[in-house]
């Protein structure tokens, strides 16, 4: 089993009425949900699925094949499709623009996109994200 320690060797008890159910690692799982969580958030990163690979081998000694990156990664674009064309309020009475600097400011990096997040609050009073637009710089036209 692949863990984010490392392989894990396990050997399952068997029963003749084909019963036992583990408590912690689930009938048949190859690798626990660590190993997801890790995967996601390299990608959320920019980190390609070579370099995905490369880091789980080289960090936890997993070999996760360019597929198995690429299954768990295609969960989360389809996650943010159905976000991307989810209905909207007709009103918001309240809208917040946001705007977060280029990370390099100060700290010598060379990061110079611009982030731009709008946030509705409803007549309930609840925060909605609305939208988050990326820009490679803080050009006045974007």
Wanted: aromatic letters at 4%; zero cysteines.
């Amino acid at each position: 089993m692949s863990t984010s320690n490392g392989l894990v060797e396990l050997a399952v008890p068997r029963d003749r009425n084909g019963s036992f159910e583990p408590a912690i690692v689930p009938k048949r799982a190859r690798r626990l949900g660590n190993i997801d969580e890790v995967i996601l958030s390299l990608h959320s990163r920019g980190m390609t699925t070579r370099d995905i690979e490369s880091h789980l081998y080289e960090v936890y000694g997993v070999n996760a094949s360019r597929e198995l990156i690429s299954n768990v990664t295609e969960v989360v674009a389809d996650e943010i499709a159905l976000w991307q064309t989810r209905p909207l309020d007709e009103v918001y009475p309240i809208l917040l623009r946001r705007r977060h600097p280029p990370a390099d400011q100060g700290q010598g990096r060379g990061d110079h996109e611009g982030r731009h997040l709008a946030v509705g609050v409803d007549v309930e009073g609840r925060k909605h994200a609305l939208g988050l637009w990326i820009a490679d710089s803080e050009a006045a036209k974007f």
